[in-house]
């Protein structure tokens, strides 16, 4: 019985009797769009306490229990292969799924899992809980997906997603700072025991503010709210019946190249966005003698100027190349490799031209990490956003775990330059791959244009 219960409380919830009154409707979405919006914000900010503290724990991690790189990297690379699988799986459940329910509960059991972590020396238990971690924050995302989707709809999804999109950089920003002084002053533990604590908080703090669509709560679908019409590929308009799974997994996501393709494309870029954040700090002290403070500050402009470029490549796509997104994931593929080679050449002693580096990659590796969200959603509608994305989880997460043992072993192969000479050809891969894409655009940017002129 309380399996099923369980099990219930996760499904969707069905759709409410519809409120009639325009006075009520306008304030009830109003006040819930409000709230889905800084519940999901700080929600997923603080999976992040959970996931990136560990690249700030890693000089003093290996210290003490004289863990190898590849040994090092192997960490990152349980998360990142579990997290991949865990994005797929939980990307297709989550479409027919209650957020509240399965955005809260995934933060609680990574949270645990970092508390399991900070208590284990083993490395097989440390690989162990940290795999199993990857499959919790499988569950941030998804979630997150289909309540921007259905809560915001085609004609300012770009400019909203971006917004929301910070809350990643912004939880990875506070995480280096406050792991940094953990771990300097404390011991690497207290760098996973003070996050866990403070994401089983947040936890409970989602269950209390998270809901479903707006159609479960009596509201009308967001596209009929805003007067828009959301269209499938096929030219079809999109409806709220009930779709099954399968139909949402081959129909709507496997059948289309260009989720593939966008899938490939974030690969590489997944490459180099952990692949940087999570070495970056044992470059700077190891090569540049910097203290793990003042390396945990430096690393954390990733995160910081990372905030403005997705708010760049959302108004740039949206509003001056009308709906194109792939010219900007090919200028920001080039740029990155440009901050990269400042990065590794730069002497020690000059720690604010460290920052610039590292807030140049920060700025351009965000901009094709963020707009793979908005575009999948474009190019599977509302009804499939978390299974579009999760596909793409599979091959970001792939291309994370490589940046975990593969920097590992170009490390301890051919040293630090065979870590920045990995990362730059992912860059260039990345580039490559966007540029077959110059041309696509979601086919929703030019319908919903239409819908609402007529």
């Known amino acids: 019985m309380l399996i099923e219960d369980v099990i219930h409380r996760f499904k969707g ?124 924050q499988s569950m941030g995302f998804p979630p997150c997906a289909k309540m921007l989707a259905n809560w915001y709809s085609v004609s300012e999804r770009g400019t909203n997603w971006a917004i929301w999109h910070s809350s990643h950089q912004l939880g990875g920003f506070i995480i280096a700072i406050l792991a940094g002084f953990l771990v300097q002053h404390y011991g690497w533990r207290m760098g996973f025991y003070v996050p866990a604590a403070l994401c089983f908080l947040t936890a409970i703090f989602l269950f209390n503010r998270l809901r479903d669509t707006p159609v479960s709560m009596g509201l009308p679908p967001i596209a009929e709210y805003h007067g828009e019409v959301e269209y499938n590929q096929d030219g079809t308009v999109v409806d709220d019946e009930y779709e099954s799974i399968r139909h949402t997994l081959f129909h709507r996501v496997l059948n289309n190249k260009h989720i593939w393709l966008m899938s490939f494309m974030t690969l590489f870029c997944y490459i180099i966005r952990f692949g940087t954040f999570d070495w970056a700090t044992k470059f700077l002290v190891e090569v540049k003698g910097s203290s793990i403070v003042k390396a945990g500050i430096v690393v954390s402009m990733i995160e910081l100027v990372g905030i403005l470029g997705p708010l760049t490549a959302g108004l740039i796509t949206d509003k001056l190349w009308g709906g194109k997104r792939a010219p900007w994931c090919v200028i920001c593929f080039l740029l990155t490799i440009v901050g990269l080679t400042v990065f590794y050449f730069v002497p020690p002693g000059n720690p604010y031209i460290d920052a610039l580096a590292l807030s140049l990659i920060g700025f351009f590796i965000y901009g094709p990490q963020f707009l793979q969200g908005p575009f999948l959603a474009d190019l599977a509608s509302r009804k499939a956003a978390s299974t579009a994305n999760g596909l793409a989880g599979v091959f970001s997460y792939a291309g994370a775990a490589l940046s975990g043992v593969g920097t590992g072993y170009f490390l301890d192969t051919y040293g630090w330059g065979g870590g920045f000479a990995f990362w730059g050809v992912a860059a260039l891969c990345g580039a490559l791959i966007s540029a077959t894409l110059w041309n696509v655009k979601g086919a929703n940017h030019s319908s919903v244009r239409l819908a609402k002129a007529s």
Do not use: H
């Open 13 to 136: 919830l069905p759709p409410a009797p519809r409120l009639t009154d325009p006075d009520t409707v306008k304030r009830l979405y109003r006040q819930w769009r409000i709230r889905m919006m800084y519940s999901t914000f700080i929600g997923y900010a603080l999976f992040y306490f959970c996931r990136k503290n560990i690249s700030i724990a890693l000089p003093a991690l290996g210290t003490d229990l004289e863990l190898t790189n590849v040994q090092l990297g192997l960490f990152g690379t349980m998360l990142y292969v579990v997290y991949g699988f865990g994005r797929f799986i939980n990307g297709f459940l989550a479409d027919k799924a209650n957020p509240r329910y399965f955005m809260s509960v995934g933060l609680f059991f990574s949270a645990l899992m970092n508390l399991f972590f900070g208590l284990s020396s083993a490395t097989w238990c440390l690989a162990l809980f940290w795999g199993l971690n990857g499959w919790f």
